[in-house]
């Protein structure tokens, strides 16, 4: 499984971004896919996660402002992020998990100013 993610950029407090991972390979040994985060000096993070059955968890800090969102096909994963705050400034990477093993995406900046 290989996985690239875009979408990232710099957005003022209260703006909005989407992020997009776009899975190609053995798709079809995927049983979750996710979004994590890690800003300087900090754990990377998880921030949401869909599984195959369609159910999602949220990081308690984005609940009600971000939403996980898959294709059927795992071809593609958003997030969208909402009233953002400077506080969501991080490098956000995408995964997948499965039969295969873990995969990271390269990761993709995301700055949210004051």
């Known amino acids: 499984v290989q996985l690239v993610e875009s979408g990232g950029g710099l957005v003022q407090a209260g703006g909005s971004l989407r992020l997009s991972c776009a899975a190609s390979?053995?798709?079809?040994?995927?049983?979750?896919m996710g979004w994590y985060r890690q800003a300087p000096g900090n754990q990377r993070e998880l921030v949401a996660v869909?599984?195959?059955?369609?159910?999602?968890d949220y990081a308690d800090s984005v609940k009600g402002r971000f939403t996980i969102h898959r294709d059927n096909a795992w071809n593609t994963v958003s997030l969208q992020m909402n009233v953002l705050k400077p506080e969501d400034t991080a490098v956000y990477y995408c995964?997948?998990?499965?039969?295969?093993?873990?995969?990271w995406g390269q990761g993709t900046q995301v700055t949210v100013s004051s």
């Open positions: 995964n997948a998990a499965g039969g295969l093993g873990i995969t």
């Open positions: 390979g053995s798709i079809f040994t995927i049983t979750a």
């Open positions: 869909v599984r195959r059955d369609g159910s999602t």
